[in-house]
């Protein structure tokens, strides 16, 4: 067959197959009107949805006038909401018992200082302001033996027209009872009286 379907031409293998193709259509036609007719199909009939159940359990609310008489209405619950509602009552605060008077502990007040004590304090910052320059300008320190001895000193703050501070005014005397008035001109003092101390330990030994 196959080597008989190589030796055709075209245009007979094509009447070929339109000859078939009509063929198997008049078949088909012949076994579609022989064939009994199909029973339609009927749709689901819809089911019918339940009714909803009423509320409150299951009771049927019925008219405002067959509800119970115990229910207030609605003008009475306005009336309630409009009424002003009592204060609560507090109860009374207990006071604590008085305490004995020999119990409290004695009150101590604080110490006002003296005059001595406020004279004795700025000698002491004067004194310290001074060994403060002389360890800066020279390197002597307070162990020094003899730096300051038979010096007193004192200081008092100094303000400017409005009232803000501008250092302190400083009053130094030596053991001869010499008076300085600066940090510097009384440090000078110092080193001064430390290069002639070994000249006048000399002279107080030769008299």
Not at 47 to 56: F, L, V
Not at 65 to 88: F, I, L, V
Not at 134 to 145: A, E
Not at 160 to 174: C, Q, T
């Amino acid at each position: 067959l196959g080597r008989a379907l190589a030796a055709l031409d075209f245009r007979t293998l094509k009447a070929l197959r339109n000859a078939a193709t009509a063929a198997l259509d008049q078949k088909l036609e012949a076994a579609l009107e022989d064939a009994p007719p199909s029973p339609k199909r009927s749709r689901p009939s819809a089911t019918p949805k339940p009714a909803p159940k009423p509320r409150d359990g299951g009771q049927a609310r019925g008219p405002p006038s067959h509800r119970s008489s115990a229910e207030p209405s609605k003008t009475q619950w306005r009336a309630a909401e409009k009424r002003p509602s009592k204060p609560e009552r507090r109860a009374p605060r207990s006071r604590p018992a008085p305490r004995p008077k020999g119990s409290e502990a004695p009150r101590t007040r604080p110490s006002v200082p003296t005059d001595a004590d406020e004279a004795s304090r700025r000698t002491r910052d004067a004194l310290d302001a001074l060994k403060s320059r002389l360890r800066d300008k020279s390197g002597v320190t307070s162990t020094t033996p003899g730096l300051l001895t038979g010096w007193t000193a004192t200081r008092e703050r100094t303000f400017r027209g409005n009232n803000m501070p501008n250092g302190y005014a400083y009053l130094f005397k030596d053991a001869r009872g010499n008076e300085y008035h600066t940090l510097n001109s009384a440090a000078s003092a110092v080193l001064k009286a430390l290069q002639n101390a070994p000249a006048d330990a000399a002279a107080d030994a030769a008299a």
